[in-house]
């Protein structure tokens, strides 16, 4: 991973992206429209997450299910693949709750010694 060359550079790149590990974490649950994950995600643009959606879905993380329906419906799912990211998403998304605290204060205690 630490060779400019390897392969798994581009999947971690993707798998730390914020918007990946909140994706993750709404379709835990199952498969939704492109509107839900959006409401769910606040602060997503409709592009990013239709460029993070592709890019999960090249990387086989997530599937696009098209609905032969007036007006046409789109879900996306989590893959078999996808699933396997939970619970590493899930890890760090609680380390990151759970030492907010601590991660406040050495912020306030960083800028309080920069020169202002």
Same mark, same amino acid.
């Given at each position: ?6 392969? !798994?550079?581009? !999947? ?12 993750? /974490?709404?379709?835990? !649950? ?37 609905? /032969? ?35 406040? /204060? /050495? ?10």
């Amino acid at each position: 991973m630490l060779s400019s060359q390897c392969p !798994s550079r581009t !999947s971690l790149a993707r798998i730390a992206n914020k918007w990946t590990a909140m994706i993750v /974490a709404v379709l835990e !649950s199952g498969p939704m429209r492109f509107g839900d994950i959006r409401t769910a995600l606040e602060g997503i643009s409709g592009k990013v997450l239709t460029d993070t959606l592709r890019d999960l879905e090249r990387d086989g993380m997530v599937t696009r299910r098209t609905y /032969a329906e007036v007006p046409p419906r789109v879900e996306y799912e989590l893959t078999p693949l996808g699933h396997t990211l939970e619970g590493p998403l899930t890890a760090l998304c609680r380390w990151a709750e759970d030492h907010i605290p601590e991660v406040l /204060a /050495a912020r306030d205690a960083y800028d309080d010694r920069r020169p202002k």
